[in-house]
């Protein structure tokens, strides 16, 4: 086997810190990797086509590529209190406002439209209007400005919305925790099913490695973090990582699981993506 690997993850604070010692040779014993950086509707749609040896997605693509790729019990994004928001231009009432509103995500094959979508089902009658698909560093200008009458936003925006005069309607997060008591499952760390059992498990153990060392030594990571953070406030950048980088990210745990289970049975009943074998997310 060729020992470098060809990786895709997004340049989020949260994915830099957790592959910056793996991705800087300093895993003792780990493959190499070969680096793309691209946004997580761009990693989806690489897992769908079969791209890339190992990949962040959202946790929401995995019942389209759990045929070919394992799901790694670490290197991910869960958490509490870090749910995606739905944000208006002006304070409304209640959910029940956006019924047949339009309604800006940044993709309809992520975590957070999932939740959004189980929210919706729940708590506004009748149902959203339309759904428009933006990249999500264009939701915000586009609710301020009148273009759409809610976005569903993710990552750091929950931190910087108030900047652009938003206001917050509904937290897709605390929605699911009060209803599951389960983490949020946000997105996942996949690796190739061909690539065999021990080469998996040894991308398994040097992602957990990998943010370890990030956890001992987190100013070693800060210029990796800063440089691919896209003028993020250092500060912002320091609060990403302090939510979305806990102790799922070194190891998923029953709670993890059981988080990641949770969300795609119900989204299977919803109809929203196709139900999961027994053995799906079984690791190797």
């Known amino acids: ?18 592959f910056d010692a793996w991705a800087h040779g300093r895993v003792p014993g780990a493959p190499a990797l070969d680096v793309t950086f691209a946004d997580i509707d761009v ?10 040896d190992v990949l962040k997605v959202s946790y929401a693509v995995l019942p389209w590529v759990l045929d070919e790729y394992a799901l790694l019990p670490c290197g991910g994004a869960l958490g509490r209190g870090c749910g ?19 309604v800006a995500v940044p993709s309809e094959r992520s975590t957070a439209y999932l939740l959004f979508r189980l929210w919706a089902a729940a708590e506004v009658p009748g149902g959203v209007g339309e759904v428009v698909v933006l990249p999500f560093h264009e939701i915000m200008p586009a609710v301020r400005d009148g273009r759409v009458d809610a976005g569903l936003v993710i990552h750091e925006a929950r931190f910087t919305y108030r900047n652009l005069g938003l206001h917050c309607l509904a937290d897709m997060g605390e929605h699911w925790e009060d209803t599951t008591g389960l983490p949020i499952p946000l997105g996942a760390i996949i690796a190739k099913r061909s690539l065999g059992e021990g080469t998996l498990r040894r991308l398994a153990d040097a992602a957990r490695t990998s943010v370890r060392m990030a956890w001992d030594d987190p100013e070693a990571s800060r210029p990796y973090v800063l440089e691919h953070a896209q003028e993020m406030d250092p500060a912002v950048a320091d609060q990403h990582i302090g939510l979305y980088v806990n102790e799922f990210t070194a190891d998923l745990g029953e709670d993890g699981y059981a988080a990641v289970r949770g969300l795609l049975t119900r989204a299977a009943a919803e109809g929203l993506v196709p139900p999961l074998g027994p053995e799906a997310l079984a690791f190797p």
């Not at 060809?6 to 957790?18: E, G, K, L, Q, V």
């Not at 990693?43 to 890339?52: D, K, L, P, Q």
């Not at 995606?84 to 339009?102: H, N, W, Y």
């Open 1 to 18: 086997m060729n020992d470098t690997l060809r990786i895709a993850y997004s340049p989020c604070p949260n994915d830099t810190f957790t």
């Open 84 to 102: 995606p928001l739905v944000l208006t231009k002006e304070a409304l009432d209640g959910p029940e406002a956006l019924s047949g509103r339009t």
């Open 43 to 52: 990693t989806n749609g690489m897992a769908e086509r079969g791209e890339f």
